[in-house]
């Protein structure tokens, strides 16, 4: 048992951090539904940072480390898929990778874009097609998430299968589902919790309300939960560890969520105020993986059989 | 980062767990229910404590200097998930193994280590914890027990209440005040339970027989060499201790055997087919295993000699989580268990029930979060 972070992993954050430092913040009024940077994601490409499972040194709980710092930023980066799936399946796989599950066509797809991979879990297999034009179809302005999102038109009949069982892609794809909502429940924390203590009503900051703190304190429990279970996960690359992560993430998405904007008042309800960025991303990975009864009932099946 | 035990780790658990199926009673599970602090319970604790202490087993995360065996935070941990998993069979002596060794060998006088340490490594010393009282329960630095000091003696009067073990404690870690400036003026007192003044009075209780008790002082004279630490110091010590004590108990360990046992009960029954109760387990094994890597990542701290701060109550609050889901999951799916059918889930059940309120209540864990670990400003009082 070691769980401290080794020199290398704490270099490597400390590289992220002095690296996305520019994008770190964004200023008020000038928020956008989904934030995206092109040369946030190339600079993290060439800095190598969503290649750092497959060093031997490194490993998957780096990924999983590095997938839950950039989930923090503002700007909604492709990491998770890109950083921990995508070395199982082909390491020079055109990115962004978007992972769906087979016969989900009316859901709609995070960063699917033409160029982008689409990597399809059936119930007995993994295969990947490269996303053209006709594949993608714009979901237009009425998209709720902050994630960057389009629709798949259909599986096309030529696809590349790949040499690796369905269910060990849902435990990798389950881990990082809770790497990223680590992050983003991180940031969201952070976000809310400077406005409460700044906030003043009845002559005194609202975070000084017991109604608040006590639910704040929650998060913060459950956050580090969801933490500690996705770093987990990544590292044993267990089943049953990868279905509990995702299932505590998923239920920590939820019940935050709701308290994060609860908290902000009319404020959380603005696009002025960033912290929509991270809670309208929680709110799609809830429904990632058939939600939180599916984790549940995976983590069952995989702990007890 | 690594997850899995080492293999020196594992071989430690596994000696731990060869010696208690070969050491504890046939009828082990059937008696354990009588409860950590019953008289029964108590008497068998001597006997196997002092069977842990000759095989190395009762405190080898200890210095050598005192006995133990100088092994680490990680097999300290081991140790207490191996002895809560099987019901605790060290009675109520778990408490010398978790704190009260470790504070009296970081705040107790030479002669004080003298007297206790050797008592507490033979394995037969009992002692009892004197904090809360009726008008101070999570304001604790209300106490009013006072002691004045009268010549080389305190003189202590007072109550004290919800006091475990107290009905066959050997010694009373006990709180007093000693002036009225608040958490300054709280003084710690090594009380001999014989001495005269001292009456104890057993209250029924739904944890189990002998747990909780009334502790009255009238006129106790203690000497001032019993004095642990400085005047005014109890405060500090106790957020010591307390550290150790909220970290020390496996709880999310012994809540995930009772939870795993549960499902082995419904599986049989044909029960477990169901999605709905798959899924309401799966939700406590989350909360349980949460709490586990929240407390290891605070044994890690401690491993790397860090200090252990208001982390220590976020990782409570999980166990209390995780305890509470698994308490209710066996009523909810296997109520015949605390009607006599399991006496391993009911004695799960009855310690399960007062995690959120021993060693500090769960509302006081999230404000020490809230304060703490989020640096809200804080409440006006």
């Given at each position: ?44 490409v ?24 950039l ?7 492709e ?68 994630y ?56 005194r ?11 704040l ?10 933490y ?28 935050a969520?709701?308290?994060?904007h ?44 | ?13 596994g000696?731990?767990?060869?010696f208690?199926e070969a ?7 059937e ?104 008008n ?5 630095a ?56 001292i ?20 006129d ?21 201790s ?106 799960h ?33």
């Amino acid at each position: 048992m070691l769980l401290s972070l080794s020199d290398d992993q704490t270099q490597i954050l400390d590289f992220i951090d002095s690296l996305t430092r520019p994008y770190a913040s964004v200023p008020m009024h000038d928020v956008s539904f989904a934030l995206t940077s092109d040369a946030l994601d190339a600079e993290l490409v060439e800095g190598g940072f969503l290649d750092v499972m497959a060093m031997e040194e490194l490993g998957p709980v780096t990924a999983a480390l590095v997938v839950e710092r950039l989930a923090r930023l503002p700007f909604a980066v492709e990491a998770a898929a890109s950083a921990l799936v995508r070395p199982l399946l082909d390491p020079e796989l055109p990115r962004p990778l978007c992972l769906i599950e087979e016969g989900q066509l009316r859901k709609p797809v995070r960063f699917l874009k033409p160029g982008a991979t689409v990597v399809v879990v059936g119930e007995n297999g993994v295969r990947s097609f490269t996303a053209t034009e006709e594949h993608v179809c714009e979901a237009g302005d009425e998209v709720l998430y902050a994630y960057p999102l389009a629709y798949l038109t259909g599986v096309p009949d030529e696809t590349r299968t790949h040499d690796i069982a369905a269910e060990k892609l849902r435990t990798q794809w389950r881990a990082v589902l809770a790497a990223e909502a680590a992050g983003l429940l991180a940031a969201a924390l952070q976000s809310a919790t400077t406005y409460v203590s700044e906030r003043k009503q009845f002559g005194r900051p609202i975070a000084t309300f017991q109604a608040l703190r006590h639910r704040l304190a929650e998060i913060q429990v459950a956050t580090n939960g969801v933490y500690w279970l996705a770093l987990r996960a990544a590292g044993t690359g267990d089943a049953g560890d990868a279905a509990l992560a995702a299932l505590h993430a998923q239920e920590a998405a939820k019940r935050a969520g709701y308290d994060f904007h609860q908290f902000l008042g009319a404020m959380g309800m603005t696009l002025e105020h960033p912290l929509h960025l991270w809670t309208y991303r929680l709110k799609l990975l809830t429904a990632e993986l058939g939600g939180r009864g599916a984790q549940a009932v995976a983590a069952a099946d995989a702990i007890w059989g | 980062m690594n997850f899995e035990w080492t293999e020196e780790q594992a071989a430690f658990r596994g000696k731990l767990v060869d010696f208690l199926e070969a050491n504890l009673p046939e009828d082990w599970e059937e008696f354990s229910k009588h409860g950590p602090a019953s008289p029964a319970l108590t008497e068998f604790a001597r006997g196997f404590c002092r069977k842990l202490a000759e095989n190395g087993m009762l405190f080898p995360h200890w210095p050598k200097e005192i006995g133990g065996e100088g092994l680490g935070p990680w097999e300290q941990q081991i140790l207490a998930e191996v002895m809560w998993e099987y019901g605790e069979p060290r009675g109520g002596q778990y408490m010398n193994v978790n704190w009260i060794g470790p504070t009296m060998l970081k705040y107790g006088t030479e002669a004080q280590k003298a007297r206790y340490l050797p008592q507490i490594a033979s394995g037969e010393m009992l002692w009892c914890q004197g904090f809360s009282e009726p008008n101070s329960g999570s304001d604790l630095a209300s106490l009013r027990t006072r002691a004045e000091l009268e010549g080389d003696h305190y003189r202590v009067n007072g109550q004290k209440i919800w006091t475990s073990y107290a009905g066959l404690a050997d010694t009373c870690f006990l709180l007093t005040r000693t002036s009225d400036d608040r958490k300054k003026g709280i003084t710690i007192l090594l009380v001999p339970m014989d001495t005269p003044g001292i009456t104890v009075r057993q209250i029924p209780s739904l944890i189990g027989e002998g747990d909780i008790h009334e502790v009255f002082f009238d006129d106790v004279m203690v000497p001032v060499t019993q004095r642990f630490g400085e005047e005014g110091q109890a405060w500090e010590i106790i957020g010591y201790s307390l550290t150790n004590e909220r970290l020390g108990i496996p709880r999310y360990h012994l809540a995930r055997e009772a939870l795993d046992r549960a499902v082995g009960i419904l599986k049989e029954s044909g029960d477990f087919a169901r999605e709905t109760v798959k899924a309401e387990a799966a939700r406590c094994a989350a909360l349980c295993e949460a709490a586990r890597t929240a407390i290891y990542a605070i044994v890690q701290k401690r491993v790397d000699g860090g200090t252990i701060g208001p982390e220590s109550s976020s990782a409570r609050f999980a166990t209390v989580q995780a305890e509470r889901a698994v308490c209710e999951f066996v009523v909810e799916y296997v109520p015949e268990a605390l009607a006599g059918q399991s006496a391993f889930l009911q004695m799960h059940h009855q310690r399960g029930i007062v995690a959120g309120i021993a060693s500090g209540a769960a509302e006081i864990q999230l404000n020490i979060i809230a304060s703490d670990v989020l640096q809200l400003p804080r409440e006006p009082r």
